[in-house]
């Protein structure tokens, strides 16, 4: 159940999925032009493959927004207590999983699909509130050209101990708990 979870919670188009992979790919990212299936999901989790979701979808719609907020910290500890105090005292309804380079993911999970303009919007607004420094928002665009993708970014939980959800307290929470956290 987990798995489907997951794949519920960071999906978007299902034409094309990213993959980060510095051994493979010269900038390390990869865009493959493919189905995206529940078997990537899992070779996911299992530490097989480092995947990475594009939110919009071909008709330009996001059922998750993502405010990545990496940019000022490439030199210094983030403080995550910090931004969960904003997040409490401001009452959002964000997740808050650790990325990949140290930072912040600040996830929007929306109750269907929406155009991709308007989770934009909204992710700006909420940037602006928890954000110290320079961010990047998924989806990168409010449309997607017919003749490409979309950016993508990559999922928590790879290898099922990396890049981990943090609940209100700060508590890194384990892929079970995270599954049933970032439902409610």
């Given at each position: ?7 519920e ?156 959800l ?14 049933l956290?970032?439902?409610?």
């Amino acid at each position: 159940m987990s798995l489907e979870k997951f794949k519920e919670l960071f999906q978007g188009r299902t034409d094309a999925y990213g993959v980060y992979d510095p051994e493979i790919y010269t900038t390390g990212y990869n865009t493959i032009h493919a189905p995206l299936t529940l078997d990537h999901y899992r070779k996911h989790l299992a530490g097989e493959l480092s995947l990475g979701v594009i939110p919009i979808t071909k008709d330009n719609k996001c059922s998750v927004g993502i405010i990545d907020d990496d940019y000022q910290h490439k030199n210094k500890t983030y403080d995550y207590n910090k931004l969960l105090q904003k997040i409490s005292l401001l009452e959002l309804p964000v997740s808050v999983f650790k990325s990949k380079t140290g930072g912040a993911h600040i996830v929007v999970y929306f109750d269907g699909y929406y155009p991709a303009v308007d989770v934009r919007h909204i992710l700006k607004k909420l940037a602006y509130q928890l954000c110290e420094g320079k961010f990047d928002l998924f989806p990168r665009q409010d449309e997607v050209p017919a003749d490409s993708y979309g950016s993508f970014i990559n999922l928590p939980y790879h290898n099922q101990n990396t890049r981990v959800l943090l609940n209100s307290e700060g508590k890194e929470l384990s892929f079970d708990e995270a599954m049933l956290y970032a439902s409610t």
